[in-house]
């Protein structure tokens, strides 16, 4: 299987669940299809990774996460002030994480997503700016890694936490 991603966190949740893999980056721009649903758009940037990947008789795994509030796609924020914009629009809200999967193997497509939902904790500027610092949001959709510092603004959720780090293992276990 070739996993279309470049983020180390896909690589160790597919590691964890012993799947042999290797990993070949596309090298895309991504575009968002605003036509879309926002189920729909993430399923489609997951087959636009997959659809860079050119292999004859190998599986394909790509997949891509947003994070969503008030239906706005939060995705990785394009600096500092934007991260800090981000996590200070999600304090004390609940925002949903989806995770577009793509399985392609030649002609065929098996396309799904999964979806979490995330209540944040009160979050103060001075704790935000703190962490915004630290470049742990920089790479990450929403600003925030729930494997990370950031998980310490997390409340509660409802879901496949693995779906917060950007690959549900459990959706993805019964596609395989």
Do not use: W
């Not at 997949?63 to 008030?70: G, Q, S």
């Not at 997390?154 to 690959?167: A, H, Q, R, T």
């Amino acid at each position: 299987m070739i996993l279309a991603s470049g983020s180390p966190r896909r690589s160790e949740l597919l590691t964890s669940i012993g799947v042999k893999y290797r990993v070949v980056v596309p090298n895309i721009e991504e575009i968002l299809n605003t036509s879309l649903s926002i189920p729909n758009q993430v399923m489609d940037l997951a087959v636009q990774k997959a659809d860079a990947i050119n292999v004859e008789n190998e599986l394909v795994l790509a997949a891509d996460t947003i994070v969503v509030i008030e239906d706005e796609i939060l995705g990785k924020p394009i600096d500092n002030a934007d991260a800090v914009r981000m996590l200070k629009l999600l304090s004390n809200k609940t925002h949903t994480v989806l995770t577009g999967v793509c399985l392609k193997e030649g002609s065929n497509y098996d396309v799904f997503y999964d979806e979490t939902i995330i209540k944040f904790k009160k979050l103060n500027e001075k704790t935000i700016i703190e962490y915004v610092e630290t470049g742990e949001p920089l790479d990450k959709a929403g600003s925030y890694g729930i494997q990370g510092l950031g998980g310490n603004f997390v409340e509660s959720f409802i879901g496949d936490y693995n779906n917060i780090v950007g690959l549900p293992l459990i959706k993805l276990k019964e596609h395989l």
